[in-house]
């Protein structure tokens, strides 16, 4: 009887081995870089907002520290934001009518409540009163109410409810630079605005006055300060309803990121009190020569050089006394003195 031969399995050679332990590798890469990418899809979308130094200004680096954190969570999402900056009433108004699809960004209000959708909170905010720091400040935290007291608000803001229902009396400036001016005029008594932008108005160059005379009104109270979250406004429609949910997947996971924190770092730093002495000269013109400061004049840096240098280095500040007070100028950095402790 004739016997099949049997069959004999071929062992398996090393060539294949590498060969399929490589196209496992290959396959748990792409896998991990679907996961971790970014959308394919990149939509253009339209974004209003207005300039609120220090979160949000078209002279700040990416549109400032606010919009930044907006960009990197709506280009995670599959959006590319196209900014522009109006007044705040403007940029309500154009998602109200469809020129924008969202606002970067705005606190929550009953108004707000009935016509648009948020996303979640970006950051917080808050808001506090600033008075004359030559005025007893104090005593106001203890009151029940601002009955007979004048606050001047900022239009296009909302308010923390105990503000808003505190009997004071209202003015309306549409910024905040005419708010404090105002202020310094005797024409209010108290500014109600977000702290850091408060800080940021009185250093800028937007303020032509010294601003030292102004303070935060300390103690605090709920009367006197509230923190308020600020969220993008979107447009309440089927396209809104998207970008909300895509806007909040995107932006719970760069929260989580180092960039969300040093973000708000930036918005964390302040400016630096110094006296100069010397030469200074034009911030638009930075050759044009103004003059000599006096010995000891107060002033806020708004801009170090941005790498170690020598001494000829220019240093912009905000001068705060003297015959230049109010003027953003330049000055040599040898010449300039750190007063903060």
């Known amino acids: 009887m004739n016997r099949r031969p049997i069959a004999r399995t071929r062992p398996m050679t090393w060539q294949v081995i590498v060969l399929a332990v490589v196209l496992i590798a290959a396959l748990l890469l792409?896998?991990?870089?679907?996961?971790?990418r970014p959308p394919?899809?990149?939509?253009?979308?339209t974004v209003t907002s207005a300039t609120w130094a220090p979160y949000l200004s078209e002279e700040l680096p990416g549109n400032g520290p606010l919009a930044q954190i907006a960009t990197e969570a709506l280009q995670g999402a599959g959006y590319q934001p196209e900014y522009s900056f109006t007044t705040w009433p403007l940029a309500q108004q154009a998602?109200?009518?469809?020129?924008?699809l969202g606002v970067i960004a705005m606190v929550a209000s009953p108004e707000r409540d009935q016509r648009f959708l948020y996303s979640e909170p970006i950051l917080e905010l808050r808001y506090t009163l600033f008075g004359r720091a030559d005025d007893d400040l104090s005593h106001i935290a203890e009151r029940s109410d601002l009955s007979g007291l004048r606050v001047a608000r900022i239009e296009g803001y909302d308010y923390w409810e105990e503000l808003e229902q505190s009997?004071?009396?209202?003015?309306?400036?549409?910024?905040?630079?005419?708010?404090?001016?105002?202020?310094?005029?005797?024409?209010?008594?108290?500014?109600?605005?977000d702290f850091l932008a408060g800080q940021a108005a009185l250093d800028g160059a937007g303020y032509l006055r010294d601003g030292s005379e102004i303070?935060?009104?300390?103690?605090?109270?709920?009367?006197?300060t509230s923190t308020m979250d600020l969220r993008m406004l979107i447009r309440d429609s089927a396209e809104g309803r998207r970008l909300r949910s895509d806007f909040n997947a995107s932006l719970a996971r760069y929260r989580e990121s180092a960039d969300y924190d040093e973000h708000l770092s930036e918005l964390q730093q302040g400016t630096?009190?110094?006296?100069?002495?010397?030469e200074i000269f034009d911030d638009d013109d930075p050759s044009q020569r103004l003059g000599i400061t006096p010995q000891g004049t107060p002033a806020q840096v708004l801009?170090?050089?941005?790498?170690?240098?020598?001494?000829?280095?220019?240093?912009?500040?905000?001068?705060?006394s003297g015959p230049w007070v109010g003027?953003?100028?330049?000055?040599?950095?040898?010449?300039?003195?750190?007063?903060?402790?």
């Open 327 to 341: 003027r953003v100028v330049e000055i040599r950095l040898k010449d300039v003195v750190i007063t903060d402790a």
């Open 167 to 193: 009997g004071a009396e209202f003015s309306t400036y549409p910024t905040t630079e005419d708010a404090f001016a105002a202020l310094e005029d005797g024409d209010v008594d108290l500014v109600a605005e």
């Open 272 to 278: 630096t009190a110094v006296t100069i002495q010397g």
């Open 95 to 100: 998602v109200d009518d469809g020129g924008a």
């Open 303 to 320: 801009e170090w050089p941005h790498e170690p240098s020598d001494g000829e280095a220019r240093v912009r500040v905000k001068v705060l």
């Open 215 to 224: 303070a935060e009104v300390q103690p605090t109270s709920a009367l006197t």
């Open 30 to 36: 792409v896998s991990l870089v679907v996961k971790v």
């Open 40 to 45: 394919a899809r990149t939509l253009p979308i």
